[in-house]
């Protein structure tokens, strides 16, 4: 994984390639659980806090203990809702790929860490393990300019590829945003409007963009090998 990208230029309002993997390559994910524990982790830093909600079952005189207790721990966690804004993910069984923009200077950093350490502390937790669970911190490139932007989405939508079994279409991978963006699959974790408004709001066209073989352009080819680590 390139060394270069643990060195990242904070920019307000601008897009990022984020990724990270296991240590030692170690999976981060071995079952549907894991994957799902993720993705609602992610579900509660993106999407808004209902505060009202969480306070009324705090106060709640007939709320038992457990759900009076993760109301306070929901309460208490960060929520990144209009600080970042997530148009792509995939999560591979030893490393994931988010495609984001940060409102602020450092709120991808803060969203990361959060995301990351609790994933880490559930892991760690259920499979009786001690120590890091990611190789270092995670890993983020300055996204310059739309066709950066769309051929980001199309490198990380086609990750799962290599791991299909010959009758799956990459359509049906499970952990990945593709599918809302080539059908009418709700995803409520992202906005895959910036994406899709490159390609004027055509599933079909995408779907063409990230399914069929294409030649990069030169200055695409040297991003793909200088900043990308093929798994």
Do not use: W
């Not at 984020?18 to 992610?42: A, C, H, M, P, W």
């Not at 209902?50 to 207790?69: G, I, M, P, Q, T």
């Not at 199309?154 to 952990?175: G, T």
């Amino acid at each position: 994984m390139p060394a270069k990208n643990r060195i990242k230029t904070y920019i307000s309002d601008s897009y990022y390639h984020v990724y990270n993997r296991g240590v030692d390559k170690r999976t981060i994910f071995q079952d549907e659980q894991d994957y799902n524990v993720f993705l609602s982790y992610l579900k509660t830093y993106l999407n808004v806090k209902d505060v009202n909600y969480l306070e009324s079952v705090l106060f709640n005189d007939d709320a038992d203990r457990d759900e009076k207790r993760k109301a306070k721990k929901e309460l208490d966690l960060n929520n990144f809702n209009g600080l970042i804004d997530l148009s792509v993910y995939c999560l591979m069984s030893n490393h994931f790929h988010f495609l984001l923009k940060q409102k602020g200077h450092s709120d991808m950093d803060v969203f990361m860490n959060s995301l990351c350490t609790r994933y880490s502390m559930y892991f760690n937790k259920k499979y009786d393990r001690v120590g890091p669970l990611f190789q270092g911190v995670y890993k983020a490139v300055l996204v310059s300019d739309n066709e950066q932007l769309s051929y980001l989405s199309r490198y990380i939508h086609r990750n799962p590829m290599s791991a299909l079994s010959k009758n799956k279409k990459l359509i049906e991978f499970s952990y990945s945003s593709y599918p809302s963006f080539v059908n009418d699959k709700k995803n409520e974790l992202i906005n895959q409007l910036p994406i899709l408004e490159l390609f004027n709001n055509d599933k079909e066209a995408y779907k063409k963009f990230v399914e069929n073989d294409l030649e990069l352009s030169e200055g695409l080819e040297e991003y793909y090998v200088n900043h990308l680590y093929i798994e």
